[in-house]
């Protein structure tokens, strides 16, 4: 029996497989969209946000997890609990990602505000990070007697910054406990973890081809221009089956003419999942790839070559810049170079989004705001921040309100407008001395190409991380 979901071109059949658990001990950067939906948060570009680390511990064993960026997390053995508050075992998914520059902060749609005795200061960040754990999908927690460490590399050693959690409850920062700062003499250059040498090989390595069941749904794509993930582009004749964790497909949706079709990845390896929709419905299944019998040995070819291919690049690459690593650690050596790294340890009692920062309390001019497009047109946006430069942060702000500018000699607005990232650049210190009123107008320029990552916004806006 053969059934269609119509998107345009689209044409799902009822096709069969024999089921094949996909195993993976890899190390993978996947999207924010795949770990938690939280309301209080929310990225201000769709599809565009800093993506997390995820690394696969065992849970009875002290792990050492090491990123690029500096950052350690060490972690206990019997670290986590389930739901029920009993100790866990086996595998657990950690997923980690850093906010370390104002484009981070701004695009995560995270607040950087703090409500002090009824004053509201922004805060200047010097390490922020949101760590999540799971088990087969679902949350643990924290074990209040093994608690996980982090260390974290900064930039200014002053006691005036300050330790904080961000509440989502009560939608507001925290002040956790005090920090540890631990000074190591050591060679100045950069180190290498293999697990981010070059997240986009190691991201787009291909999933091991399985074969249909036989006995669940499967939809057969032929859409034009639809943007599948690198690691599905090679292959030919893809379908996707309903994966065993769906519990809500409905047959009947094969008899309803879509409008649209859009595919992403899930929190598993290998699973997707996949929305269509209407003017007045949608509804999105988890599903896998997989291949019928008289493609499948096609697609292992495929999958091998691809593989191959991709992991040799991957090495490739490795190999320089281990060796332009070498080049420099002699330099280094050859000048005598050595200096001190600090890290501000301490350890966390819950998963979530943490923050090492000081109130901003320098003082400015106060002043009304007003946005124009290059062609004197009057922007409207719920979104706008003050950025400048030395200053770790974003200054949030709302047209028609009074804000202030502080004294600087270079300063950018960012601002979303239609769903786009619009920008200005300009100088504080000579715009405000020869400000003849108290509302100041600004023209931004948007970004109108496509936007697919941060690094794209980054190089137009000429800002290095």
């Given amino acids: 029996m053969r059934q269609k979901l119509i998107i345009l071109i689209l044409f799902i059949s009822i096709l069969n497989s024999c089921k094949k658990d996909i195993v993976t001990n890899k190390i993978e950067v996947v999207s924010d969209k795949e770990i938690i939906d939280n309301s209080f948060i929310k990225p201000v570009l769709k599809n565009i946000n800093i993506p997390y680390k995820k690394n696969r511990v065992k849970a009875n064993k002290n792990s050492i997890l090491k990123y690029k960026s500096g950052t350690k997390i060490e972690i206990p053995n019997e670290a986590f609990l389930d739901k029920e508050g009993n100790i866990v075992v086996g595998d657990v998914d950690v997923y980690f990602r850093e906010f370390r520059d104002p484009l981070d902060f701004f695009l995560s749609g995270i607040p950087m505000e703090y409500n002090l005795n009824g004053d509201v200061y922004t805060f200047e960040s010097d390490g922020m990070f949101e760590m999540k754990a799971f088990q087969n999908n679902k949350p643990v927690f924290v074990n209040p007697s093994k608690k996980p460490k982090i260390s974290l590399k900064i930039t200014k050693n002053t006691k005036e910054y300050k330790f904080y959690y961000l509440d989502t409850v009560q939608r507001k920062w925290v002040k956790r406990n005090k920090l540890e700062n631990i000074k190591k003499p050591i060679q100045k250059t950069e180190t290498i973890e293999d697990d981010v040498i070059d997240d986009l090989i190691i991201e787009n390595l291909p999933t091991k081809p399985i074969m249909a069941s036989g006995n669940k749904p499967t939809f057969d794509i032929h859409f034009p221009n639809i943007d599948f993930y690198p690691e599905l582009k090679d292959f030919k004749n893809t379908i996707f089956e309903i994966d065993d964790s769906e519990t809500n497909y409905n047959p009947d949706d094969a008899n309803i003419e879509w409008n649209s079709f859009n595919i992403n990845r899930s929190e598993t390896v290998g699973v997707y999942i996949v929305e269509f929709k209407t003017t007045v419905k949608s509804v999105s299944y988890r599903v896998k790839p997989v291949y019928e019998e008289k493609d499948f040995k096609e697609a292992l070819k495929t999958y091998e070559k691809v593989k191959a291919e991709r992991l040799e690049a991957y090495e490739k690459k490795k190999a320089e810049k281990l060796k332009a690593l070498k080049e420099r650690q002699k330099e280094n050596l050859r000048k005598g170079y050595v200096t001190e790294e600090i ?123």
Avoid: H
């Avoid at 705001?369 to 946006?381: A, F, P």
């Fill in 343 to 465: 890290l501000r340890t301490f350890q966390i009692g819950g998963f979530g989004i943490y923050n090492v920062d000081r109130l901003i309390k320098e003082k400015g001019k106060k002043v009304f705001i007003k946005l124009k497009g290059t062609n004197n047109d009057v922007l409207k946006t719920k979104k706008f921040a003050m950025i400048y430069s030395g200053i770790n942060s974003i200054f949030n702000l709302k047209i028609n309100e009074e804000c202030k500018i502080l004294e600087n000699n270079s300063a950018m607005i960012w601002a979303i407008v239609d769903k786009k990232f619009a920008y200005t650049k300009f100088n504080p210190n000579l715009l405000m001395s020869s400000k003849t009123s108290d509302t100041l107008s600004f023209k931004l320029e948007t970004i109108r190409k496509e936007i697919k990552s941060i690094e794209d916004i980054r190089k137009v806006i000429n800002l290095t991380k």
